[in-house]
Structures are given as C-alpha cells and as structure tokens.
C-alpha cells in the first residue's frame, strides 16, 4: 500500500514549515474564513471518527457473545398454545423472548402462531446429550469437547447443525498457519527485491524496477484468488503430489502475492532513507557494495524493514478473497502445511449472509471480525510506533 | 563524511560511486552471490506479475471483443457467443465514481489541515495520522461488516422509519449502491490523503509566503495558489483509489453486489452487479466450468486492464510530479 | 448564488426520485441450486411480461431465509424446508408464516472423477465415507487410495439435505473440503481422481454420477428424469419458493403461478432439474 511510502519520506522543506504555520495570521479573522478553518478541523476529525466508529459498530453486535449473556440452549420448557391467555403480558414476552417494542405492536394472531412455533422446535430438539448446552458461552468457543457421534474430544467449527458449534480454534489456526505460509514465502522475497533495488542496482534501473514490482499491488485480490484456484493449485499439485487440492500451501503462496507489494514498498523506502553516507564511508573503507548493503545499511534500516514485515502480517491476516478461493475451507485443527484450513475471513465472508440478524451465529461472526480488527489495530500500532523512533532517529543524526 | 557527497545532482554521485567502486576492484564471491540472489528475488516476483497477467491475458483475449463489453448479461449469462460484462462495468463504474464523490473532498480537506493547519508535534494531527495508518490496515471483510452493521442496519433503517410509513418495505435498509460506495469511499480515504498530503509538501513555502506578503489571508492562499498547483497530486490520489476500489469484492458482499439484474442500476438503493465479484461468482458457481472459462479470464482481462491502466496513469502522474519537484528544489 | 439554488434543488428532486418505490420489481434470494433456473425463469418471464423487472442473487438457503426475515426480498428461494427457528424470526419480522411453494424436483447426484472404477455405492456406504468413518477407496470396493470427500458451505441447502437424509444428522468429516458452489465442487472432484462429491443433478459435465443403491440388496438406480419424479431414485427432494403472505398478490403471484404452470415447468427440464408431477402443480 502506498500509504507509508511518504510518511517516512523526510522533506528537506519540512523545517521551513513550522514558518507557514506559526504564521498565524497577520490580521483579524473574517467570520467566513474562520468558520471554514474550523470547519475543516471537524472535517479531519473524521478519520478518528470512522476508526471508532468501526470498532464500535463491530463490537456492539459482538458484546453479547463476549460478556457470556447469549444462550442458545435447545431445551426450553414449553407452555401449551391453550394456555396463552392465563399468562400475564410480561410472563407471555419474556417466554417468546421479544421485546418491549415487538411485543407491542403484534396481534394476538401473530403471538398464537408463536407460541405454536415454540412447541414445533422443542419437538424438533434432537434426544441428545448436548441439547441443553449453551453453545456460545466461552467455554465451548475455545476450549475442545467430545459431542455426541464424535470418538474424542475435539475442536470443531460446525454452526449449522441440530446443535450448533462454535468453537474459534480451528479458525484461529487457520489464519495463522496461512499467515505464516505467506510470511515465510513473500518477506525473503520482498526483503530480498527491496536490498536489491534501493542498494545494489544501478540509479537508472532503479526508477524503472521500483514501479514495475509495485505494480503487483494493482492486481485486485480477487484475481489472485482466482488465479491460485484455477492455475497455481493444479500446478501446485502436479509438482508436490499431495492429496487435497486447495490447502494451505497453495492459499499462502498466493497470499504472500499479495503481500509482496506491501514489505517490498516499506521496506525499500526504510533502507532508502538511510543516508547515504553511510554508504559512501562504508565503499570508501574498501568494502563492495553487498557488503555496505548488509552490514551497515540493513541493520540502520531494521526497524523500517519490522514495520514493514508487521503490515505484510497485518494485510495477510486481513486478506478475504484469496483463501476463500484457495484454501479449501475446512476447519480442520492440523499443522500440516498440506491439509486443507479454514481463516477467520473465509468463514465470515462464507456465512454471513445465511445468519439471521442478530441471531447467535450473526453476533459470533461479528466478534470473528472484532477479533480480526484488534489484531491488525495491534499491528498497525507497533508498526507506527517503531516508524516514529526510526524518523526521530534519523532525523536526530 | 565525504565532502561533496551530499549534493543531489544525480551525475556527480554516479561519478563519484563509480571512482569508488573503481578501487574497490576485488572480487568478493560472497558480494557477487547474494548480489545475484537478491537480483534474482527482484526477477522472480516480476516474472510471476508477468505469468499472471500472460496467463491470464492468454485465456481471455479469445472472449475478448466489443460485443462482450457493450451487451448486457439479460439471457444466456453463461453461454461464450451471447455473454455481456456491459451491467458489471456499469456497477463497478457507478460505485467507483459515487466513491470519489466522497472520498476527495474528505480526503483533501483532511490533508490541507494536516499540512497547512497542524503544528507536527501537536496532539491532534498525530491521533489523525494514527488513525489514518490504522484505516489503511483493516482488513477489508471488516469493512463489509461495518457497511452492513451500520450503514445497512443502522444509518438505512433509521432513515426508512424517517421517511417512510411502517408498512412500506425496506428501500434504504438493505444494501444498496450508496452503502457500497460509502464504505469504499472510507476504505480508500488514506491512499487520497497520503497522496494530497504529498504533493501539497511538494510546493515550495516560499509561494504561500509570497501570497501571504501580498495581501491574501491564509485561505485564500490556500484555495486560490496552493490548490491549483497541487491538483496533479490529488489526482493521484484519486485514481490510485478508484483502482483499489474497483478490485475489491470483500467490502461489496453483504453491502449491495447482487449475482444477476435484469437492469442497469438505476438509483441510489438498487443493487448492482460488478466485476470483481462476478469473478467470484463464476469461478465457483458456473455450470460447466470448462465451457465458461473463456467468458471467465476475459472478465478478469476486463477487471484487470481497469485497475492495471488506472494505476499505471497514476504511476505516470506521479514520477512526472516528482520530476518537476526535483527540478524545483 | 443562483446556481447553488439549481444545484441544490436537482439534487433534491434526484433524491426524491431515488426514494419512489420501485413499481413492478420482485427480488428472489436464495439457493444456489437453485439460482441458474431461477435467472433462467426471471428471463423468460421478463421476455413475456415487459412491465416487470426480475432480480436474482444466490448466496444459499439460508441467505433467502434471512433475507426473508429481513424483509429484504420478495421470494426466497430454498433448497429445504424452512426450520421452526427460521419461521419464528418471520413471525417475529412480518407476522405471518411464510407460504411454502414447491416448485420442481431435484435429484442429488453422488460425483467422483471419472477416472475412478467405483459405479455404484449404497446409502450406508455414503453415509460412512462423508462422516469420515470410511478413509480409504478399497474398503468401498475401489483402489487403494486415500478419500478426498467435497462438501459445500453450510449455507447450502444441499448441504443441509445431504446432512439430514442421507449422513441422519450426523456432521460431515471435518476434513471434507468445502467448496463455495456446485460447480466448483464438480470442478474439484472432476480434477481429483480421489475425489467424492454430491451436489444437484442439474450440473452434470465433467464428473461420473454414481448408481445409488437405497442398502446391499436393492437395485442401483441411476438419477434420471423417471426414477426421480417417481421416486425410486433414493436421493431426491423437493425446491421450494418461500414467499410473505402479505405479498403473496398482484405480479408475485401471477409470476409464483406461472412457474409453477406448465411453461414454467418446461424451462425447468431445460435446465436439468425435474418437473413436478401433474398433482402439485395448481
């Protein structure tokens, strides 16, 4: 992403700024001007609105599950449709599980056929050990357990069902295991290509090969996604000979594509901003220029090529539509790099639109993208943070 | 330090590398290898941008031709001789450009106050570019989620119950075309302001200061001289994010892209059909795989010479930029 | 100040515009197995009746059903009954119990490569090798090869039919890979000569059908047209049109008629799917 690109870039011009600034103004304020100026103070003020924003709407689906005050136990105790009308108002609402509001505004018909409803799924509640379960309380979002027809304990991700279960670890390794495939598959790469073209390749080539690797961030995810599933995942399979066809190999190779862009654009604007006179002193001690790229530059650069590596984290993690195409989607807890997974992003764009609104499963995979939010805020954190103590650093010298 | 290292002018630091280089003459395996290594990285991820845009240009170029582009999808979206992308361009079109209805202003007037307005070391304006780093990291399914939990649910069903009676149906509380754009017009909002951000830094203070001198207040300055000569790079900014935003489908699920329309979209509340996401569609829900691939690679040709010539233009626009800063300083 | 005032009252107007209700529209959401007729349908009307506009997303059952309660569709389209939760939170939206519609026949085909020697597999046996019990082709009476089993997303109607009629309720392996549709199910298992798969007949190329057998000693039928409207092909089921009784009138209802009429039938076999026997069509 472009993004960071001129942020760490320093401007000589920059000092001279404080001068535009501190200008305040010469003369008064005409009252048109002053309310534009403030008006676009408020304006900038929105991106802080919008972060907030997002982890807010998120989040608020999400609190439910996470303060433990969902059930979706099956067994219920049910009351007979005859005996309606010897409930009291609040008795009926509370038992239908309505609100205030909704109760209000139905007619007695409506409340009837609800209350018919009621019996038709506990009828339907299958005779089964686990019907009485609370599902989405936390112990079973995490930890494993042995659910009827199953031979042991184990972590499973199976929403739709008699008995629905939710468990987020097979998720979370997902994410993880194609995170790390990625990593490891486009960081070496990235790192490699950005040393290459800040340091050792010639000016002129340089102006030419920096756009043309950048060029890779305009491919729209989607066609790497639909690349890896119709041409890299038989390849893949014809060079490797394993069993499933779309695994976690094939979704982090085509991920770390994705994340080429990102570490490379970073991580070549960190060691380009390392001045070159640390170059210059190192060349005229007698070493080649590998030598002064990896010994000298690249540690001066460390914390710019860490951040660059915590954003490729970052966008991997976050990434939807490749390994939702790629990577086979089945939760399955397993590290073997050739099995077929499942990521927090596949599964929320995979099942969202079948949730019913502010259902269980709706509020679950709200708090999946909670989760993912966090993660990446993290990242983006640590990244800025070191960013920051790298321009203060350089700028200090 | 070495003296006279430090001027900018290209030739002289090429001389100057080269005389070193020069009595640096020995020959380093070592230097000679990872020199090569990392050259061959640098080659490796430009081979495979290459093999996919080949493989893929390859495919498509047989189903490539005017009809495909100009007819809609209205019959036989799947077969080779009668399928049209005309609607998919249409709604990728629409909601780009409703996007960049929102997107600048915000964006610009975010970067004028960064740049002009804000004391660096001031609280404000640090916050603002966190959250700015942080908008430009969350995943994109977030924002799809955010589309549909606020704008969809919240922002559309208030305004139905504000401007419709009870049993009227849902118009904005669904996803529709203005929801999409919206939440796109948040996700692209860093690359407008880096990108505005940048070529206002680009303009020498001494112009403000001149104006300044001459009797012009701040804002004139502001809109009438420093505006005009940053145009380009806005511009920048806006394509850069019409390509993002033209590829992507995550965002685009839940908040209004529909699989098949009888008809272009016609107002704010329609849904529409798009590029991106009839990829995905077809990729894994065509009848017969085989015999819709070439439709298939020549909507991706379609998606990608959008996304591709819109960032090339910007690549363009901007090394031209940066040939003319250099020149000035 | 002049063309602000036109600039502001055309965009008034624009939104005005913007917010008529849509005369003549109906949105069908739904099943994916169902999506290609249904578009195939929404054409074919829309060809007869220029005044109404038809469209169509897929997504899954599920995804109707929720649109359904929502109130974001007019009919829902769904490859299985609707459940008593899903009646509930319609009750709970509109009211009323939606109206179920059955409108064709479908019979859901077992697919493997067409390289592979198996022909014929049995209920029980289907039952072990997509619950994960059964791991390896020989103990089925093929090669000594390791099982690949393909399933689709658990939005999926087929899915849920599936799972209900032929694993009883029990959950699939959780090593089966999922795929998004049928047809890139079909396009996996066609590819994977260890593959197994199920989805509707009506996607045929590319992959082998197998003959069901309904236990060891009965016949093994194959799905065809007459063995599923007649029901002795042992994997088939109805697909359904869900619809709000409220809006069950005017051109939904004359469009719900005419698929379910005999012209709307025709266009079912176009597709592959298998007509309704006379004695459901009204």
């Known amino acids: 992403m472009v993004v960071f690109r001129e942020m760490s870039r320093t401007s000589p011009q920059n000092k001279r700024f404080i001068g535009w600034k501190g200008l305040r103004r010469g003369h008064t304020a005409r009252p048109l001007e002053w309310l534009v100026e403030k008006g676009i103070f408020v304006v900038s003020l929105s991106t802080i609105v919008l972060i907030f924003l997002i982890f807010l709407f998120t989040a608020l689906e999400a609190l439910p599950v996470f303060l433990g005050n969902t059930n979706n136990s099956l067994v219920q105790k049910t009351i007979p449709v005859e005996a309606m009308d010897r409930l009291t108002p609040k008795q009926l609402r509370e038992y239908l599980g309505l609100t205030e509001k909704e109760f209000a505004g139905m007619p007695r018909e409506t409340l009837k056929s609800l209350m018919e409803v009621k019996i038709e799924t506990a009828s339907e509640a299958p005779n089964d050990k686990d019907a009485a379960l609370d599902t989405t309380s936390w112990r079973y979002l995490l930890l494993p357990y042995q659910w009827t027809g199953y031979d042991k304990s184990e972590y499973i991700w199976q929403p739709v069902s008699q008995i629905q279960k939710y468990n987020i670890v097979p998720l979370l390794i997902g994410s993880l295991k194609t995170t790390l495939v990625a990593l490891l598959f486009s960081v070496p790469l990235a790192l490699g290509a950005a040393i290459y073209v800040s340091q050792l390749s010639k000016p002129r080539v340089r102006e030419y090969l920096k756009p043309a690797v950048e060029l890779l961030a305009g491919i729209p995810s989607v066609v790497l996604g639909f690349f890896a599933l119709m041409v890299m995942a038989t390849l893949l399979q014809k060079a490797f000979g394993y069993q499933s066809r779309l695994n976690t190999f094939v979704a982090g190779i085509a991920l770390g594509l994705a994340v080429i862009p990102v570490v490379f654009s970073i991580a070549e604007d960190a060691l380009t901003s390392v001045p070159r006179s640390y170059t210059h002193a190192a060349l005229a001690l007698g070493s080649s220029r590998w030598q002064a790229a990896w010994q000298i530059v690249l540690p001066a650069a460390i914390p710019g090529v860490f951040a660059a590596v915590m954003l490729g984290f970052g966008r991997a993690i976050g990434e939807t539509m490749v390994v939702l195409m790629a990577s086979g989607n089945a939760s399955i807890l397993s590290w073997n790099l050739f099995d077929s997974t499942r990521t927090m992003t596949a599964t929320i764009a995979a099942e969202l639109a079948e949730t019913v609104t502010h259902g269980h499963h709706y509020r679950i995979l709200f708090m999946l993208g909670t989760l993912l939010f966090l993660v990446t805020f993290v990242a983006n954190l640590v990244a800025d943070v070191v960013i920051h103590r790298l321009k203060h650093k350089l700028e200090g010298k | ?329 | ?282």
């Open chain 2, 1 to 329: 330090m070495i003296k006279g290292v430090q001027t900018s002018a290209r030739r002289s630091e090429q001389a100057q590398t080269r005389a070193l280089a020069f009595h640096t003459a020995k020959f380093d395996l070592t230097s000679f290898f990872f020199t090569g290594l990392t050259g061959l990285a640098t080659l490796i991820i430009l081979a495979t941008l290459i093999t996919i845009l080949g493989n893929v240009l390859w495919h498509g170029w047989e189903g490539l031709s005017w009809r495909f582009i100009s007819s809609s999808a209205k019959k036989d979206m799947f077969d080779v001789e009668k399928a049209g992308v005309l609607p998919m361009i249409v709604g990728t079109s629409a909601r780009v450009i409703l996007m960049t209805i929102f997107v600048i202003p915000v964006g610009v007037i975010t970067a004028i106050y960064l740049t002009e307005y804000a004391h660096a070391t001031s609280l404000f304006p640090r916050v603002i570019r966190g959250a700015i780093s942080n908008l430009a990291g969350v995943p994109s399914i977030v924002f799809g989620l955010f589309g549909l939990g606020f704008f969809v649910n919240f922002v559309g069903q208030k305004m139905d119950t504000l401007l419709h009676a009870e049993n009227a149906g849902l118009v904005w509380g669904q996803p529709a075309l203005i929801w999409a754009s919206l939440t796109l017009a948040i996700m692209t909002l860093p690359v407008v302001i880096v990108a505005t951000e940048e070529s206002l830094k680009a303009i020498p203070v001494g112009l403000r200061e001149a104006s300044l001198a001459l009797g012009a207040t701040k804002l004139e300055t502001i809109v009438q001289i420093v505006l005009p000569q940053a145009l380009p790079g806005i511009l920048t900014g806006g394509i850069l994010a019409i390509s993002r935003a033209a590829g992507e489908v995550a965002p685009i699920l839940f908040t209004g892209a529909a699989y098949y329309m009888a008809d272009l979209p016609k107002s704010l509340t329609d849904q529409f059909m798009d590029l991106g996401y009839h990829v995905f569609v077809l990729s894994t829900q065509s009848p017969n795989i085989d015999q819709t691939r070439p439709i298939l690679f020549a909507t991706v040709v379609v998606l990608l010479l959008l996304t591709f010539a819109l960032n090339i233009i910007a690549i363009l626009v901007r090394a031209n930029m940066r040939k003319k800063m250099r020149a000035v300083s």
């Open chain 3, 1 to 282: 100040m002049k063309t602000f005032n036109q600039h502001f009252s055309t965009f008034v107007m624009t939104l005005g515009i913007a917010t008529s209700a849509q005369a003549g529209s109906i949105t069908v959401k739904g099943s994916d197995t169902l999506v290609i007729l249904a578009q195939k349908w929404a054409e074919v009307y829309m060809g007869k009746q220029a005044n109404v506009k038809i469209q169509v997303t897929g997504g899954g059952s599920g995804v109707g059903f929720a649109a359904l309660q929502n109130q974001t569709t007019d009919l829902a389209d769904a490859s299985r009954r609707i459940r008593p939760r899903e009646i509930e939170a319609c009750l709970k939206s509109f009211g009323k119990r939606p109206t179920e519609y059955k409108v064709c026949l479908d019979g859901l085909s077992v697919y493997v490569s067409e390289e592979n020697p198996v022909k014929e597999l049995s209920l029980p046996q289907l039952e072990a090798i997509f619950t994960g019990k059964v791991r390896n082709w020989k103990e089925v009476g093929g090669q000594d090869a390791p099982l690949t089993v393909y399933s689709r997303e658990n939005s999926s109607g087929t899915y849920e039919f599936f799972k209900e009629h032929v694993l009883q309720g029990k959950d699939f392996a959780a090593s089966a890979q999922t795929m998004p549709g049928t047809a890139s199910l079909l396009q996996a298992v066609a590819k994977d000569k260890n593959g197994i798969g199920y989805g509707g007949a009506a996607y045929g190329a590319g992959a082998k059908h197998l003959l069901i057998k309904k236990d060891e000693g009965s016949p093994a039928i194959e799905p065809t047209e007459e063995t599923v409207v007649k029901g002795t092909y042992p994997i088939w089921r109805h697909l359904y049109v869900y619809v709000n009784p409220a809006l069950d009138k005017g051109e939904i209802a004359a469009y719900l008629n005419w698929i379910r009429s005999d012209e709307g039938q025709k266009v079912v076999k176009d597709i592959g799917y298998y007509p309704l026997p006379k004695n459901l069509r009204e």
